[in-house]
């Protein structure tokens, strides 16, 4: 459950250019969303022509830059988080979540196969209802139901007096005591 839009990036190789435009499109932005972006990916241009991710390099970073004239490539990567954690399109979002979280991340970049940006992941991203509305309905209706099922299962469980309903690992044991994950990872 990605943003819908395309990351605004920022190219290395065309550093002064590349701000430029980048900042720019966030000024077009409405005021409240403006405020929302603080990140852009950083990215450089591999001998395959593809723009893959090098760092994140923050906003009030690249003001500073303009304000001092100084837009050049050196200067962004001296800035700029070059180790930055990325995840792909296929990462459990419930797993991105942990990560983000755990890490006390503001921005998490989701990447394709070849390492380009595909989206960025904000706190906003995560918000239950955010995700619920980015959801098809067919997958909701998945979701519920399973959700229904677990519940079901729970309470079959809590007035069993049959130990062993429940695995150590939180989800229910149907056969043999192997523990079947209910809610789904990848969401």
């Not at 005021?31 to 591999?46: A, W, Y």
């Not at 962004?76 to 930055?84: E, G, I, L, T, Y």
């Not at 990462?91 to 394709?112: G, H, R």
Request: charged content about 25%; aromatic content about 4%.
């Amino acid at each position: 459950m990605v943003p819908p839009n395309d990351p605004i990036v920022v190219d290395a190789s065309h550093a002064a250019q590349s701000i430029k435009e980048a900042l720019d499109k966030v000024k077009a932005m409405p005021g409240e969303i403006q405020k929302l972006v603080t990140h852009f990916p950083l990215v450089q241009e591999t001998e395959q022509k593809v723009k893959v991710v090098v760092g994140m390099v923050a906003k009030s970073e690249l003001l500073e830059l303009v304000h001092a004239d100084a837009c050049t490539t050196e200067n962004v990567k001296r800035v700029a988080d070059m180790h930055p954690l990325t995840v792909r399109k296929e990462f459990p979002l419930q797993m991105a979540y942990q990560l983000f979280k755990s890490m006390d991340m503001k921005n998490l970049v989701v990447v394709n196969d070849d390492h380009s940006p595909y989206r960025v992941m904000t706190r906003f991203a995560f918000l239950a209802w955010v995700v619920d509305q980015r959801l098809p309905a067919q997958r909701r209706r998945e979701l519920q139901e399973l959700e229904n099922t677990r519940v079901t299962m729970r309470r079959r469980s809590s007035l069993s007096s049959t130990p062993g309903n429940i695995s150590p690992s939180g989800g229910v044991s149907l056969t043999g005591g192997q523990s079947t994950q209910i809610a789904p990872s990848n969401v």
